[in-house]
């Protein structure tokens, strides 16, 4: 039975779920970061997701980097699984700009989390990213 | 007409081709470190690739976690494509270890690379890769 990491709980909202992967934005304002958690237990690498998953996984990638682009016009996107501290897989979705506070270095370790001033500001974000996800995709938002 | 970005061509050593990447290691001896650049010209994003390639690419990146796994053991893989600096797509996969001197931070802006103490020694790690590679990788090495 999946249950998501407690870290990913504590440092996120969960905005709803695709056909594998829940969807969570993170909890700061400095940018537009969302992270994908396919709902698989005991799996913390790609390659050890079986192939139908894997095909998955990439489809909801690209649909959910689509959907950052055409919402938020970053200058680059970052997207990694990194999972060094967080064991349980989740692969982030970061949207970068030349002026964010840790440009153009990855954003892990570089400043301190900025929260959302509240969390109209926070859902004003989320919206903008959901309402931007090709029907394709498959998400069902939280209700 | 594809052409490695000159500063990936400058920090790695190329030891070969996949249906569609290059495969490089970068010479850093901290991290068993490999590349996968696409030989896609112009492109910066892997949603910006066709669907095609981004199976080839998700395919290409499955066989290449597997060998770094079997050849390294590490305690983790961190697969990212950030492109901050570099803007042409390159997707790092690196073997981790509880015991390296990033660790658990990623591995970008911490510590000075690391030279290898001469080619030999950095062979012996690129062997060491590519002799793991599965058969259906389609992994060409360099004449």
Same mark, same amino acid.
């Given at each position: 039975?999946?249950?998501?990491?407690?870290?990913?709980?504590?440092?996120?909202?969960?905005?709803? %779920?695709?056909?594998?992967?829940?969807?969570?934005?993170?909890?700061?304002?400095?940018?537009?970061?969302?992270?994908?958690?396919?709902?698989?237990?005991?799996?913390?690498?790609?390659?050890?997701?079986?192939?139908?998953?894997?095909?998955?996984?990439?489809?909801?990638?690209?649909?959910?980097?689509?959907?950052?682009?055409?919402?938020?016009?970053?200058?680059?996107?970052?997207?990694?699984?990194?999972?060094?501290?967080?064991?349980?897989?989740?692969?982030?979705?970061?949207?970068?700009?030349?002026?964010?506070?840790?440009?153009?270095?990855?954003?892990?370790?570089?400043?301190?989390?900025?929260?959302?001033?509240?969390?109209?500001?926070?859902? %004003?974000?989320?919206?903008?990213?959901?309402?931007?996800?090709?029907?394709?995709?498959?998400?069902?938002?939280?209700?």
């Amino acid at each position: 039975m999946f249950q998501l990491h407690p870290q990913l709980a504590a440092d996120c909202v969960t905005l709803g %779920t695709f056909p594998l992967s829940q969807l969570l934005m993170l909890r700061d304002a400095n940018y537009p970061w969302f992270l994908l958690v396919p709902a698989r237990s005991g799996i913390g690498e790609i390659h050890h997701l079986v192939e139908a998953d894997r095909q998955q996984l990439l489809h909801e990638s690209v649909c959910l980097s689509q959907a950052i682009e055409q919402a938020f016009k970053p200058d680059k996107l970052n997207v990694a699984a990194l999972g060094n501290m967080v064991p349980q897989l989740h692969v982030h979705h970061i949207a970068r700009y030349r002026t964010d506070p840790a440009w153009p270095a990855p954003v892990w370790g570089r400043v301190p989390a900025s929260a959302y001033t509240d969390d109209a500001a926070m859902m %004003t974000v989320a919206d903008r990213l959901t309402g931007a996800l090709p029907l394709d995709a498959g998400f069902t938002p939280i209700p």
